[in-house]
């Protein structure tokens, strides 16, 4: 239910209708470079929470997949090569469950940082034995405290060289967020907030990653979710750090008392449980570092979930729905599930346009990208970036190469997917990185 405080602020946000897409030939600055051959029965190799599936350092690109027989593989190139070296670990995931995707990292002297296999698992963590290796130490901890019960693991690499470290203790729906932070000089671990969002012991947080802006704001978005049964997701929240994590506060810059809690927490946007809001989409700030946050949900009086992106202007939350979807659909129970449309991934050009990539069956179930150059988002272009189906695949990508290059590099592989943790019969399939200039 949704609470007095979040329906009066409802009445304060600018929410618009739904504008027709247009539709465009597949863009033609498309370059696929195989990478390998994967597991692909469940989408445990293409779920959209990987933090990160294809990372680059300097002029080198790392990526990371589960094989046939679902250990551990990782590679890497000299960017703009089609040559990949790669390396079989010794390490394996239960591939037959989609949560337990691999996160990579790469710290400023160079390590790569692995966290692999989990879903309410002790943490599986290694890193590089030399930097630019692919060769791994045996697992190791990190701080050593609230690693019991390890989901969604994320890394998010900050300036300096440091990285920091996102996930979940608990399980769903009685669960909190906890953050790591990594000093590369010390080649040490500590925590920055165990909690940093307290589900007390009645819900759990959904993150939809972190970002950074270019002033070192920490920004972070989640939904909220009361039991184990997805239909219970509601609201979307967010949190602002002008200190790397020390404190907390909303956008309007009420101090958060922390940990942060269902109680005080900032919904930007409220959505009742029951309308298909899904967990774990993306979020990115723009040029100015103003928070932009991509998910979906069913608007009211619809039957159909459709895309829609939150973002702030410095003032205020405005909500815009992205396309106009037909195809209805409802989402209820625990597990994996087997979804039309993949969860969105939102990246901000350096010109003000915003980019939103997707899958969705109704445009044949290949990777498309909506773009919008207007400052109100009510125009939008969708481009099918690769027309083959790419199964229940969602999208990842190289977050250093777009900062960097304002190329996306996508991870790509047909996978299959059940419901609830079941198995699609899809033999293993080719992997490859999609590269797009816009």
């Known amino acids: 239910m949704i609470r007095f405080s979040?329906?009066?602020?409802?009445?304060?946000?600018?929410?618009?209708?739904?504008t027709a897409q247009?539709?465009?030939?597949?863009?033609?600055?498309?370059?696929?470079?195989?990478?390998?051959?994967?597991?692909?029965?469940?989408?445990?190799?293409?779920?959209?929470?990987?933090?990160?599936?294809?990372?680059?350092?300097?002029?080198?690109?790392?990526?990371?997949?589960?094989?046939?027989?679902?250990?551990?593989?990782?590679?890497?190139?000299?960017?703009?090569?089609?040559?990949?070296?790669?390396?079989?670990?010794?390490?394996?995931?239960?591939?037959?469950?989609?949560?337990?995707a691999i996160s990579l990292a790469v710290d400023g002297a160079g390590v790569l940082h692995i966290a692999w296999d989990h879903h309410g698992q002790p943490l599986r963590y290694a890193r590089s034995l030399r930097p630019g290796g692919l060769a791994l130490s045996e697992p190791v901890g990190m701080t050593g405290a609230a690693e019991d019960r390890v989901t969604y693991p994320q890394f998010f690499a900050l300036p300096e060289g440091d990285l920091l470290f996102l996930y979940r203790g608990g399980r769903s729906g009685d669960g909190n967020i906890l953050l790591n932070r990594y000093d590369v000089a010390e080649r040490t671990w500590?925590?920055?907030?165990?909690?940093?969002?307290?589900?007390?012991?009645?819900?759990?947080?959904?993150v939809n990653q972190l970002a950074v802006d270019p002033r070192g704001g920490w920004h972070l978005s989640w939904c909220w979710r009361e039991t184990p049964d997805v239909a219970s997701n509601h609201d979307v929240a967010y949190a602002y750090s002008p200190d790397?994590?020390?404190?907390?506060?909303?956008?309007?810059?009420?101090?958060?008392?922390?940990p942060i809690t269902i109680d005080n927490a900032e919904v930007v946007y409220p959505v009742p449980q029951g309308r298909e809001l899904i967990n774990q989409t993306s979020m990115t700030v723009d040029a100015a570092g103003r928070p932009l946050i991509a998910t979906y949900w069913?608007?009211?009086?619809?039957?159909?979930?459709?895309?829609?992106?939150?973002?702030?202007?410095?003032?205020?939350w405005h909500a815009r729905q992205v396309g106009q979807r037909t195809m209805p659909f409802r989402l209820s129970g625990g597990g994996t599930k087997r979804i039309p449309m993949s969860r969105p991934q939102v990246?901000?050009?350096?010109?003000?346009?915003?980019?939103?990539?997707?899958?969705?069956?109704?445009?044949?179930?290949?990777?498309?990208?909506?773009?919008?150059?207007?400052?109100?988002?009510?125009?939008?272009?969708?481009?099918?970036?690769?027309t083959p189906s790419v199964g229940l695949w969602e999208p990842s990508y190289d977050p250093v190469v777009w900062q960097r290059y304002g190329q996306l590099h996508l991870f790509s592989q047909r996978v299959g997917q059940g419901d609830g943790e079941t198995l699609e019969d899809v033999p293993p399939q080719p992997i490859s990185i999609l590269e797009w200039h816009p």
Not at 6 to 18: E, G, H, Q
Not at 363 to 384: C, F, K, L, M, Y
């Open 6 to 18: 979040a329906w009066l602020f409802a009445c304060l946000l600018i929410v618009r209708p739904a």
């Open 22 to 100: 247009q539709s465009t030939e597949p863009a033609s600055s498309v370059r696929v470079v195989p990478v390998g051959e994967g597991w692909a029965r469940s989408s445990v190799n293409a779920v959209i929470f990987r933090q990160h599936s294809v990372v680059t350092h300097d002029s080198t690109q790392y990526a990371a997949y589960y094989d046939a027989a679902g250990y551990v593989v990782l590679v890497k190139r000299t960017l703009g090569s089609d040559r990949w070296e790669t390396h079989r670990t010794a390490y394996t995931g239960t591939v037959e469950d989609a949560h337990n």
């Open 190 to 206: 500590h925590t920055v907030q165990h909690p940093l969002i307290d589900g007390q012991g009645q819900r759990n947080a959904y």
């Open 244 to 258: 790397e994590g020390h404190t907390w506060q909303t956008s309007s810059g009420r101090p958060y008392a922390l």
């Open 298 to 316: 069913r608007p009211a009086g619809s039957e159909v979930p459709q895309y829609q992106l939150v973002w702030y202007d410095g003032a205020e």
């Open 347 to 386: 990246l901000a050009g350096r010109d003000g346009a915003v980019y939103l990539v997707f899958r969705d069956f109704e445009r044949g179930g290949g990777i498309s990208v909506a773009v919008s150059t207007d400052p109100d988002r009510a125009v939008w272009e969708v481009r099918d970036l690769y």
